[in-house]
């Protein structure tokens, strides 16, 4: 019963969908054919299910209004994908929050910004007050195509498209490519917005485990091999979150699979500008046939400048920007004009040479001081923001996370809330940019104390 009652509650039963029949249901959960009945008789007393004779059993037409953050029997609240983007949002000024996905404000280019608005403030009314073209602005297309293709990524201004973030890209691709009910593949662990997205798009996800070269080819062949996912979600450089960089054999091989086995692939690289050494894009690789090149602002420039783009292949464009234009109608022309002020100027450029020295301090402070602990990073990156670490043998990251919140005032990201499989429960997601107050290494070492003490 609590099995119907999931797969109906994500969606991946809708209403008037017929359920499997009693002999498959009972093969594919290994009961009894006689559990299946009374399972489904009772379903059907609650109105959950109806039974309709010489046809089956089908999902009941009132269903309850579905909810993203719903945890399944069994798992602690950090198993909601968005817990952890509720709490370091709802955090304090006063908050330690190492386990947040965004740098500081002190560290964001504020006086450039300021610059720029004053500059943009001169400028005719429209980029304040008007609506921008279907497809985004073409000069920032243009300023966009060409950083790309700095990347090895090609994808002349037609094949761009901007949006509000990164965010919004990827659940318009998710609406464009997928069906409720389609498998989705992710990595183990993955961004855990992710997870969320796909819920709410009502997904089968299915995870394969992340190595520090990238998805373990083994298991990814596998997992395609036995699920036939239609789509592929991955950061391939600078990993979220374990910081960690697809190698180029991997990229070729994961590119190799995809045409096997018929798979498209979104590539989130919402990270790049953090890198010091370029590593291997997918979409480079592939030149943008099956992978599509998705990246934003918000994490390097200001979470209130909302301009994210997608570049994918030419035939998609024109209907990706009626999805836009039916679901959001614009993204941002204001957004996308400062932005353009701030590239073109070379005000951004000059921020990030400043922000990756001081991100590559932050790492070494970081890594040190954690060591000191016994905590232990799983992959040391060769830059970016995120340090996924292992906890000392034993130690919970759930109870540890919910110990420095109620204790501490402090956010930790614990493991299972970016792991599908729930076999993260051993680890730490650490942003080295919020961790360099020395207040966050007594509160961890207490907290650490207390749930060490509390788990003998």
Not at 192 to 201: D, G, K, P
Not at 213 to 232: F, T
């Amino acid at each position: 019963m609590r099995h119907v009652r999931l797969r109906i509650e994500n969606r991946s039963l809708c209403a008037g969908k017929r359920l499997p029949s009693i002999r498959a249901q009972a093969d594919a959960l290994g009961v009894s054919r006689s559990t299946v009945v009374e399972a489904y008789a009772r379903l059907v007393a609650e109105g959950v299910i109806e039974s309709r004779p010489g046809s089956g059993f089908y999902v009941g037409r009132q269903l309850t209004p579905f909810s993203v953050g719903d945890v399944p029997p069994g798992l602690p609240p950090d198993s909601d994908p968005v817990w952890l983007t509720r709490q370091s949002l709802l955090a304090g000024e006063a908050s330690l929050k190492p386990g947040c996905g965004w740098l500081p404000e002190s560290w964001m280019p504020e006086q450039d910004i300021r610059r720029a608005l004053r500059a943009l403030s001169r400028q005719p009314l429209a980029p304040l007050t008007g609506y921008g073209t279907p497809q985004g602005s073409p000069e920032l297309r243009q300023l966009l195509s060409y950083r790309l293709g700095e990347r090895g990524v090609h994808a002349p201004p037609e094949q761009l498209m901007l949006t509000e973030s990164s965010t919004q890209a990827v659940d318009l691709l998710c609406r464009f490519l997928l069906q409720p009910g389609d498998t989705v593949l992710v990595d183990d662990p993955c961004y855990f917005s992710f997870q969320a997205m796909l819920r709410a798009h009502r997904s089968d996800v299915v995870s394969v485990a992340y190595t520090p070269q990238g998805p373990d080819l083994a298991a990814l062949k596998a997992c395609l091999e036995a699920h036939r996912p239609r789509l592929y979600i991955t950061n391939a450089a600078l990993h979220n979150p374990t910081g960690a960089s697809v190698s180029m054999e991997a990229a070729h091989k994961i590119l190799m699979l995809a045409a096997d086995y018929d798979l498209t692939i979104i590539e989130d690289d919402v990270f790049a500008d953090f890198e010091t050494h370029p590593a291997a894009r997918l979409a480079a690789l592939d030149g943008l046939q099956r992978v599509i090149y998705v990246g934003s602002f918000s994490k390097t420039l200001s979470a209130s400048v909302r301009v994210g783009h997608i570049a994918t292949r030419p035939d998609w464009i024109g209907q990706l920007v009626d999805l836009k234009l039916a679901t959001a109608f614009e993204s941002g022309h204001f957004s996308a004009e400062l932005l353009h002020t701030l590239l073109g100027g070379g005000a951004y450029q000059r921020h990030m040479n400043g922000l990756r020295a001081r991100l590559a301090d932050a790492m070494g402070q970081t890594l040190t001081r954690l060591e000191r602990l016994g905590i232990r990073a799983w992959h040391r990156p060769r830059s970016g923001m995120f340090l996924w670490c292992a906890l000392p043998d034993g130690l919970d990251s759930s109870l540890l996370s919910h110990y420095a919140l109620q204790h501490h005032q402090m956010v930790l990201a614990p493991g299972n809330a970016f792991s599908l499989s729930q076999n993260a429960g051993g680890f730490l997601r650490f942003n080295v940019a919020q961790s360099l107050d020395g207040a966050v290494y007594e509160a961890l070492e207490r907290s650490m104390e207390a749930c060490a003490a509390s788990q003998r």
